[in-house]
C-alpha cells in the first residue's frame, strides 16, 4: 500500500470532515431557529401570566368585597329573623290577654 502524503492525508481529511461539519453547522441552525421560536413562545406565556395576575388580582379583591358584603347582609338576616320571632311572641302574648 503507498504511502500518502501529508498533503494528500489532508484533503482525505477535508473532503471527509467538510460535508460533515456543514450538517452540523445546519442541524445547529435547526435548533437555533427552534430555540427562538420556544423563547418567543415563552415570552407570550409570561406575557399572559402577568397580566392574568394583574387583573386575577382585581377580580379576587372584589370578590373579597362581594363575599364579606353577602357574610354581612347574611348576619343581618339572622338578626332580624330573630327580632321577627320576638316580636311574633310578643303579638302572641298580647293577643292571649285580650
Known sequence: MPELSKQDIKKVFIETLEP???????DFNTVNSRLDKVELE???VKTDVKWMKENFSELFTKLDKFIALYEKQEQELLLLGA???RLEE???????KQ
Open 20 to 26: 460533515f461539519a456543514k450538517a452540523v453547522e445546519e
Open 42 to 44: 415563552l415570552t407570550e
Open 83 to 85: 327580632q321577627m320571632r
Open 90 to 96: 310578643r303579638v302572641a302574648k298580647l293577643e292571649t
